[in-house]
Structures are given as structure tokens and as C-alpha cells.
């Protein structure tokens, strides 16, 4: 349930929003890069994918027990956001799981049920449909708010 900066070694991060609901992400890096190929980017990504959390599932040798969100600034273009998003578990699907395991597995179908849910909202608010989406839900939604308020957004 904690937010951590990949390029800063996993160091915590916190979440607030301000007065206009804007979520900012507190002690996290900001560079400003001009990369000179595709490499440069997948260098930096590749060096902050490594330092997720993964461990062995039943279905999975290698599996994401987080979230990874990567906001990027492109001048002239606007803001692009890759999300990749840990695995769910089905608790009949595993049989042989730690407390942590179990409380990890739930805390992602938590995540995943609100970002489903935020995507639900969005959807009906779109066809002018009365919805209310719970971006508080989760802090992955929290972070992704802006991708379903900012009028000019493309998902």
C-alpha cells in the first residue's frame, strides 16, 4: 500500500492532492532527459523495472507483486503514461501461500477492482450517465486520476 520511486533505489514516496484533487507525487524523480535513441529510454525503464517486486507464484515463475506507473513529458506532445500492472491471484488457483502472500494478493485485487471500477464510472460519465468513479479507492488510482478527469486525455 506504499508508493516507492524505482529510480531512487525504492525510496518512499507520498502521495497529496491539492485544492483542484491534482495528485502529485512527493520526493519523486524528476529528470529532464534528451534521449539520443530508443536504448537511453530502455535503459532507464529496464534499471527501474529491476528494483520491482516479483517473486515465484504457482502460475508464474516470475511474477509482479506491484505496480509500476512511468510518467513522461514530451515537449510539444504532452504527458505519456506507461503502466504496467501486477499480476492477480485467484485464491483457489494457489494453495501453498504465506499471510504475507495472501494479504500482498488481495491488496493488487483491491487495486485492480478500483481501476476497473474507475474505468466503469468513466464509461458511463461519458454516455452522460450519472456515476461516481473511486479514484480514492486505491493509490494506483489516485496516481492515474488525471488519465480519466483531464478533458484532453486519450486511454
Do not use: W
Not at 29 to 41: E, K, Y
Not at 87 to 111: K, L, W
Amino acid at each position: 500500500k506504499k508508493c516507492y520511486d524505482l529510480l531512487q533505489q525504492r525510496k518512499e514516496v507520498v502521495l497529496r492532492a491539492d485544492e483542484c484533487e491534482q495528485v502529485h507525487v512527493r520526493g519523486a524523480t524528476t529528470s529532464c532527459m534528451v534521449p539520443t535513441s530508443a536504448v537511453d529510454l530502455e535503459t532507464v525503464l529496464a534499471e527501474a523495472l529491476r528494483l520491482r517486486r516479483s517473486e515465484v507464484t504457482q502460475r508464474n515463475p516470475v511474477s509482479s507483486r506491484s505496480h509500476a506507473v512511468c510518467v513522461l513529458g514530451v515537449e510539444g506532445l504532452g504527458t505519456l503514461r506507461f503502466v504496467d500492472l501486477a499480476g492477480s491471484e485467484r485464491n483457489y488457483e494457489t494453495h501453498h501461500m504465506s499471510a504475507r502472500q495472501h494479504r500482498d494478493f488481495a491488496d493488487i485485487n483491491i487495486s485492480l477492482m478500483a481501476l476497473k471500477d474507475c474505468f466503469r464510472a468513466h464509461a458511463e460519465l461519458i454516455r452522460h450517465r450519472p456515476a461516481r468513479p473511486p479514484y480514492r479507492a486505491s493509490r494506483l488510482t489516485r496516481v492515474l486520476r488525471s488519465c480519466f478527469t483531464d478533458p484532453l486525455h486519450k486511454t
